[in-house]
Nanobody, 121 residues
Framework: QVQLVESGGGLVQAGGSLRLSCAAS????????MGWFRQAPGKEREFVSL???????YYADSVKGRFTISRDNAKNTVYLQMNSLKPEDTAVYYC???????????????WGQGTQVTVSA
């Protein structure tokens, strides 16, 4: 069982930065692929970024070059550094964990409660 708690969301002006954190419980954190997803009002939840336990990282085209995912297995935490934020990045951001998970939302077993990110124009 893995429990995930996100933090770091907030209100920021366009062009600004935020760093989201996702703290995980459980001693097997390092075995899980960790992903970030987001859901804007009226839209489906979409993939943002993934870091596998191998170190491989993946990004949605819409955030490539602006967002960076990292993880600290010693702290059981995964981060999402978001730079050059745009109003269209406004959404609730969720972290998720899954063994061997990929970009498909169905491959994740555990989800956090989400953290709101609002980017003003």
């Amino acid at each position: 069982q893995v429990q995930l708690v996100e933090s770091g969301g907030g209100l920021v002006q366009a062009g600004g930065s935020l760093r989201l954190s996702c703290a995980a419980s459980g001693r097997t954190f390092s075995l899980y692929a960790m992903g970030w997803f987001r859901q804007a009002p009226g839209k489906e939840r979409e993939f943002v970024s993934l870091r596998r336990n191998s170190g491989s990282t993946y990004y949605a085209d819409s955030v490539k070059g602006r967002f960076t995912i990292s993880r600290d297995n010693a702290k059981n935490t995964v981060y999402l550094q978001m730079n050059s934020l745009k109003p269209e990045d406004t959404a609730v951001y969720y972290c998720a964990a899954g063994l061997g998970a990929g970009v498909n939302i169905a491959t994740y077993d555990y989800w956090g409660q989400g953290t709101q990110v609002t980017v003003s124009a």
